[in-house]
């Protein structure tokens, strides 16, 4: 007798710690209505966001001396190498030609290998902020 009451006491807990559990499970459905003036300000910031991150990781210079020659060597590496952004820079007295944006020095020398073939006075820089 003192058996089966066990047993049944037993199945009983077993029973409701297993419905219990269902019974406090979340389910949740949410739906996300967003404002269309937010998604045209987050374009913007996408847009913006580059010249933003200009100071972290690595750059390639490419280039270095006055305006009109370096808009001419900016457009010729961007020739040669388009899958690379470039941006002419200004620092008194003079402009400069950076090129890509790396995350690691490793990486910025890989692509310095490669350019330096066809602008071999190319440095690994790290700007200042």
């Known amino acids: 007798m ?12 077993v029973l409701t710690a297993l419905s219990a ?3 406090f499970a979340q389910t949740s ?6 404002d269309q003036k937010f998604e045209q300000l987050l374009n ?7 010249s933003i991150g200009m100071n972290e990781g690595y750059k390639i210079q490419i280039y270095s001396g006055d305006s009109e020659s370096t808009r ?3 457009s010729r590496f961007k ?5 690379i952004d470039a941006t002419v820079i200004f620092n008194t007295p003079t402009y400069k030609v950076w090129a890509g944006n790396f995350k690691s020095k490793i990486d910025a020398h890989r692509h310095l290998i490669e350019i330096q073939k066809k ?3 190319s440095i690994v ?5």
């Open 2 to 13: 003192i058996k089966k009451s066990t047993q049944l006491q037993l199945i009983i807990t």
């Open 21 to 23: 559990g269902n019974a």
């Open 29 to 34: 459905k949410t739906t996300l209505s967003q």
């Open 44 to 50: 913007e910031k996408r847009k913006i966001n580059p």
């Open 72 to 74: 001419r060597e900016l």
């Open 79 to 83: 020739t040669d190498f388009n899958y």
């Open 119 to 121: 602008y071999p006075n």
């Open 125 to 129: 820089i790290k700007p200042s902020k």
